[in-house]
């Protein structure tokens, strides 16, 4: 079941409490002051009530994601005994309900977990009844209120006249599950695991509704692995990743020359698209009060340009923001955007062919690559194997597109092509199921300014057409 917040209260959000209770869930009117009226203590709720309706609206149609935690602290210790306790917590109820609870001031929040043989984790949910009407009352079907005599208060404009006055709280507790009873407003806080001989912890794949990423903290607190980071934290080390590899890059660059036009050319678009976004990013994640929801747009939109490190180029459909359970859409976008920061590699840059016409594969070759031994890879098509890009390969002709013809009247095959396993230097490998050859420099048959030419000379083996082949180029 998926863990839900229940009592939203938003014009495009009907509430459920409704079905259960008869309580509007329309905005109500507000009252029709005049002279000479005999007020009651129904005008001032009813007048207070439409106004903390107002207020409660406005702030839904502003910002949909309105809930969820300020700030909380909890006793880790009681937490492994079993018990949960709250020392602090500062949060909004999905109903619009301000709650500032402290443990030594108010009303204790706790809970004793009961796990079962087997059972998975367990939701903790802060709840507190639903608005009906005379909810204060002790008469009422449910109780939303309870009266207490809050300590003497003196007239503000002249310091006398001590007054005790009533005060209302609401009636705070913890439950247990993904979701609360119709009778209830629930905010989830947090998820229990019980790992087997062990103690309650945290579950860390679980993030609640927040009102800040600096709200996320407490899940983390004390921990100091890399695994336990916070939200922002995590951001904050992908953002450091992605400038760190884009200055590296950088500096590969300055020195062009040795690199080749087409390698700088790539570099210069892969930095581009590393920054485009990053600026932006590092504002967000570093920002302790920027909303969860609006992390998560930055991420998103970070996403668009870094794809040009993708081979496909083509971003995944990445899942919309769910504010009661936003962890596993920030998982997926973080992990890919650091898979394609990881792409980029410090020690070489990979060059693809063209294949222009079936079985003739070309790559302009630059003057930076003349006399050096080249490094290139063979992906086997679909329903093919390395056997056979190993015979393809062993039957063309790889020479310059300008000597192929005097190759093809002499019957040769030009430049050769051994196969390795491994390039010691650069630590290029092939990837699996793929195959790597070294393909021996030589001025005269591949020369620079002129495209690179592989092309097949058996009909027989042209079976073993590879899907692409890549050159690898080392960073000397």
């Known amino acids: 079941m998926a ?8 014009l495009l959000i009907p509430a459920s409490r409704e079905k259960a209770t008869g309580y509007p869930q329309r905005l109500p009117n507000p009252i029709c002051w005049h002279e000479g009226m005999l007020l009651s203590p129904q005008h001032f709720q009813q007048n207070h009530f439409y106004w903390e309706e107002q207020l409660r609206q406005q702030l839904s149609l502003i910002n949909p994601a309105y809930w969820g935690i300020a700030q909380l602290s909890l006793d880790r210790g009681a937490l492994l005994e079993g018990q949960v306790v709250i020392n602090h917590l500062v949060a909004v109820m999905p109903d619009g309900l301000l709650v500032d609870h402290l443990a030594s001031k108010d009303n204790p929040l706790t809970l004793a977990l009961d796990f079962k043989p087997g ?10 009844p639903i608005q009906v009407p005379g909810s204060a009352s002790e008469r009422a079907e449910i109780q939303r209120y309870s009266s207490r005599s809050d300590h003497p208060r003196v007239d503000e404009n002249t310091g006398e006249n001590e007054l005790i006055m009533p005060r209302l709280y609401p009636q705070l507790s913890l439950q247990s599950g993904d979701q609360v009873s119709s009778r209830y407003v629930g905010l989830p806080l947090f998820r229990v695991i019980k790992p087997e001989g062990g103690h309650p912890q945290l579950d860390p794949d679980y993030a609640p509704p927040l009102l800040s990423i600096a709200a996320d903290h407490f899940r983390h607190a004390g921990e100091t692995s890399s695994a336990g980071r916070s939200l922002q934290q995590r951001c904050q080390a992908l953002a450091l990743t992605i400038r760190h590899k884009a200055r590296q890059l950088a500096g590969l660059s300055e020195d062009g020359e040795s690199l080749g036009y087409n390698i700088t050319r790539r570099h210069h678009r892969w930095i581009r698209a590393m920054v485009q976004e990053l600026a932006a990013l590092e504002q967000l994640a570093d920002t302790a009060e920027t909303p969860p929801a609006a992390l998560y747009r930055g991420l998103i939109r970070m996403a668009g340009p870094i794809s040009e490190l993708d081979p496909g180029s083509i971003p995944p459909r990445f899942p919309i923001y769910n504010h009661d359970n936003a962890l596993p859409g920030f998982d997926k976008v973080m992990s890919y955007i650091l898979q394609q ?17 079936e079985g003739v594969f070309t790559l302009n070759y ?13 992906r086997p098509a679909s329903g093919s194997s390395r056997e056979g890009a190993i015979r393809w390969l062993a039957a063309c002709r790889i020479a310059s597109v300008t000597v192929h013809k005097e190759l093809m009247q002499r019957r040769l095959l030009g430049a050769s092509a051994v196969q390795i396993e491994s390039d010691e230097k650069s630590g290029i490998v092939a990837a699996n199921g793929n195959v790597l050859f070294r393909i021996k420099a030589n001025k005269t048959l591949i020369r620079p300014g002129a495209k690179l030419a592989i092309a097949c000379t058996s009909r027989q083996a042209s079976e073993g057409r590879p899907a692409s082949i890549v050159m690898h180029v080392p960073h000397e």
């Open 3 to 10: 863990i839900l917040s229940a009592g939203q209260a938003s």
């Open 341 to 357: 920061v990881e792409r980029v590699n410090l020690n070489y840059t990979s060059l693809g062919f063209d294949e222009e016409q």
């Open 366 to 378: 630059d003057k930076a690559w003349e006399g050096k031994d080249l490094l290139i890879e063979l």
């Open 119 to 128: 059972q998975g984790a367990q939701t903790i949910q802060l709840a507190v």
